[in-house]
């Protein structure tokens, strides 16, 4: 069809499939998204690609995505995101017919993923991703709450310190080191000391006679 030959339509046409996968991951459209997304995908590899590479470029774009999605709900580091996108823009860079229409097939890639996130402003978040943050918010809570129990512990607990506290240094109280601080005076490597103050994660000490 003689659309296809315009070298910029790839970007019109890769830009709304990715923005409707993209969406769909973010927000709760029941795969209305979903499947906006596979049509626009789909219609660019059937224009570009013959039948024997139409499947192989498809794969490799939606690994991509899987990739996207897997680093968002179990990773979260951004590593598998990155390659996800990488495999991505590879898959409508390789099936392009030249370079200029390939760049533009990125580009749609590239604004689509990004424009995608406005959704998030407009439709109702998935609750999978609410609830890993409402996760993450629970355990850092929880491992602040128990370091805090922890440190409090300590109080009344003598140890020795590993260094010289000038005024701050380490101390070992039982089988573990601390970050101490005395109480503005310098006491030297290897004395006895005792805690005798902790507010969160500082701990006051003081040198036993």
Known sequence: MAIFDLQWIGFVITFFGTL???GEVLVNMRGFFGLLGIGFITVYFGAYVQT???????????V?????????????DGTL??????????????AAPD????????????????ISFIFLKVFK?????????????????????????????????EGITLNALRPVGTVKIGKQD???????QWIEKGSSIRVVQVDGTRILVEKME
Do not use: P
């Open 52 to 62: 024997g590479s139409f499947i192989l470029m498809l794969i490799i774009y939606f």
């Open 20 to 22: 409707f996968l993209i």
């Open 125 to 157: 978040k998935r609750d999978v991703w609410t609830k890993l943050a409402l996760t993450d918010q629970l355990t850092s809570e929880a491992g602040y709450n128990s370091m805090n129990e922890e440190y409090k512990s300590l109080l009344g607990e």
């Open 99 to 114: 370079l200029t229409s390939g760049l533009y097939a990125i580009l749609g890639v590239l604004f689509g993923t990004g």
């Open 64 to 76: 991509g995505l899987l990739l996207i999605i897997i680093d968002g709900k179990i990773v979260n």
């Open 81 to 94: 995101a990155t390659l996800g996108l990488a495999s991505m823009l590879t898959a409508v860079a390789l």
């Open 178 to 184: 601390y970050s101490a601080i005395s109480n503005g």
